[in-house]
């Protein structure tokens, strides 16, 4: 081998350990954000658990105007095939209560609609990040 050669050689080796280094500083810094990230996981899954119960008690306050609504539609029907009418006056008040909540409940629907779907999409597109191999596919 010539002296040029040699040289052309060290050269490749001090190019190849710098390269290595800037790599080693890479895998350092993505190490550190890795950590991060796993903490925020544990977070983000805080917050989903949260994000669950709210939309378990979002569920329940429907339910609960419904049963409201359904009451309020039975006394009508009662009155309008005969009966006396007594609580129409309190149902008419009751009336505009339950609209008022009707109204906040589709504005809170709204609301965790566009979150929940912001969500998901989102999550999604970081699991598709990842993708599965078939051996993994199948576990």
């Known amino acids: 081998m010539s002296v040029k050669n040699h040289a052309e050689m060290h050269q490749s080796h001090l190019a190849w350990n710098s390269e290595k280094t800037s790599w080693r500083e890479d895998l350092s810094s993505w190490q550190h954000e890795l950590a991060q990230a796993f903490i925020s996981l544990k977070e ?10 709210t939309l378990r008690q979002h569920a329940s306050a429907i339910r609960l105007n ?6 309020h539609e039975h006394s009508l029907a009662v009155f309008e095939r005969g009966g006396d009418g007594a609580d129409l006056p309190l149902l008419a ?24 779907h912001f969500v998901i999409a989102h999550l ?11 051996s993994e596919s199948k576990k």
């Open 44 to 53: 983000l899954d805080a917050d989903l658990k949260q994000h669950e119960q």
């Open 66 to 71: 419904e049963e409201a609504v359904d009451t």
């Open 93 to 116: 008040k009751r009336h505009r209560e339950e609209q008022s909540k009707h109204d906040q409940l589709r504005d809170l629907h709204e609301e965790l609609k566009r979150r929940h």
């Open 124 to 134: 999604n597109l970081l699991l598709k990040a990842f993708p599965k191999t078939k």
